[in-house]
């Protein structure tokens, strides 16, 4: 597989958990995500030990704080060598702008990504906290406050991509969550759809957790993943 379009969640409490789900993966046919969980545990260790097994590493902390914090974390997340990295787009423009200029003069300079609107949303979440309209107006919102900012795609759902490749064109990277097999659980997602249709609908990658890592066997569901995603390929 040329660019691996799944991005696996590593969301585990230890990493002796995550190394051996990792150990049981291909750097060739996925990619990786070093979440909340698992950094809060580990520290950059972790993410220095799967950056070196040869992964991409999507280091998603979803930074949201005041700009001249949030630049500095981008920074020191730039040197542990990761391949992408994100903040939250409600941290607003100052903030995004930051983000990115402290990272665009950084040796590796990782791609750099904003949170829209959370999967596990919908529309009344949103209305709770104060959040206006429909799920898709916020998220275009936010992405077209990233996509002005200069950085390089958005966490959205799957939902919302077909909206945002015809408003923000192709070369824009959009990394979908709440990915869910026809015969999975949702969990605690809203915003979900199969992996098909997310990448026939316009996603860039789709970052996949529990259907994978809580599988009977990680690497035959993840094949299986990708074989649905490379028949549609041919299709096409
Ligand atoms: O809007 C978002 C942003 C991030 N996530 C993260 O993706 C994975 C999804 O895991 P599943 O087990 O496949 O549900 C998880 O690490 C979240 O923190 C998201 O789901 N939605």
Known sequence: MHDPKVIVALDFPSVNEALELANRLDPKLCKLKIGKELFTATGPSCVEKLVSSGFDVFLDLKFHDIPNTVASACKVAAQLGVWMVNVHALGGRAMLTAAREAIDNELHRPKLI????????????????????????????????????????????????????????????????????ADSSRDDQVRIMTPSDAIYMGSSYLVIGRPITRADDPLHMLKKINSEIELLGEIE
């Open 114 to 181: 904003a949170v829209t609107l959370l999967t596990s949303m919908g529309s009344e979440d949103m209305h709770e906290t104060g959040l206006l309209g429909e799920p898709q107006e916020a998220v275009l919102r936010l992405a077209k406050l990233a996509q002005t900012s200069g950085l390089d795609g958005v966490v959205c759902s799957a939902q919302e991509t077909a909206m945002l490749r015809r408003e923000l064109g192709y070369e824009f990277a959009l990394v979908t969550p709440g990915i869910r097999p």
